[in-house]
């Protein structure tokens, strides 16, 4: 089954101000855990491009 970025988790980061494709890639690179383990996950990654470039939601390999 292809990971997918729970909706829930992503409208909760971005109630917080961050972007949907961070908020996406955080969903996605933390396996969709809770809010407070993907916004750790943001803050780890917020130099590079990776919380900007568009997120491909169907990715099965999480390895950003």
């Known amino acids: 089954t292809p990971l997918v970025p729970d909706e829930n988790l992503g409208s ?4 917080m101000g961050f ?5 996406k890639r955080a969903a996605m690179g ?4 809770d809010p407070e383990t993907a916004m750790n996950w943001i803050f780890a990654h917020m130099e590079g491009e990776i919380c900007t470039r568009e ?6 390999d999480v390895d950003v």
């Open 30 to 33: 933390t396996h969709n855990a």
């Open 12 to 15: 909760t980061l971005m109630s």
């Open 19 to 23: 972007s949907e494709n961070g908020c």
């Open 55 to 60: 997120c491909m939601c169907m990715c099965v």
